[in-house]
T-cell receptor, first 112, second 114 residues
């Protein structure tokens, strides 16, 4: 079966711009979570969506937002980009929660 | 609150030698514990997980880990390292099976030498 698909794989943006990243979960999975990975801070939880509802949120500023559609696909948006937002953004999907996560290959965002 | 500590950011092992990666956690409730592996330019792949029951957990690629509640540890081992084991390894904890939030350790980079 198809895995978790994240698009685009690579992205270069300028400071102050906004960006939208997309995640298509495994068919049937209703939980989608997002993580930010940087060399300095490691892997940090951004938020989780389940059946179109955000049910958990990490400690990130309001510039980071997300949503989930009725087909379980999810997007995350970062507004007013800063250099520190450069990171690998990982999406994971599961049927219910943390026990059955499958991760996508990530979107590498570079802010210049 | 939960946290994860991985001892050693870099580990070098010889091919054929034992791989031992250390992970200690803190959690206010009985945790669910995980080990993930990440190869360059890829996402995370689940190696194994502990939920309940048997404390020795076997995973993929010959890895196993033992949950020791008294030591709050979940160390990862593999008896004989292979060149393909070179990657970064992350220990993670979740306090619930119903939500999707994982707390990760800082990671351990494994280098395998011939």
């Amino acid at each position: 079966k198809a895995g978790v698909t994240q698009t685009p794989r690579y992205l270069i943006k300028t400071r102050g711009q906004q960006v939208t990243l997309s995640c298509s979960p495994i068919s049937g999975h209703r939980s989608v979570s997002w993580y930010q990975q940087t060399p300095g801070q490691g892997l940090q939880f951004l938020f989780e969506y389940f059946s179109e509802t955000q049910r958990n949120k990490g400690n990130f500023p309001g510039r980071f937002s997300g949503r989930q559609f009725s087909n379980s696909r999810s997007e995350m948006n970062v507004s007013t980009l800063e250099l520190g937002d450069s990171a690998l953004y990982l999406c994971a999907s599961s049927l219910k929660g943390a026990l059955g996560y499958t991760f996508g290959s990530g979107t590498r965002l570079t802010v210049v | 609150a939960q946290s994860v500590t991985q001892l050693g950011s870099h580990v070098s092992v010889s091919e054929g030698a034992l791989v031992l990666l250390r992970c200690n956690y803190s959690s206010s409730v009985p945790p669910y514990l995980f080990w993930y592996v990440q190869y360059p330019n890829q996402g995370l792949q689940l190696l194994l997980k502990y939920t309940t029951g048997a404390t020795l957990v076997k995973g993929i690629n010959g890895f196993e880990a033992e949950f020791k509640k008294s030591e709050t540890s979940f160390h990862l081992t593999k008896p004989s390292a292979h060149m393909s084991d070179a990657a970064e390894y992350f220990c993670a904890v979740s306090e619930t099976d119903s939500w999707g939030k994982l707390q990760f350790g800082a990671g351990t980079q494994v280098v395998v030498t011939p």
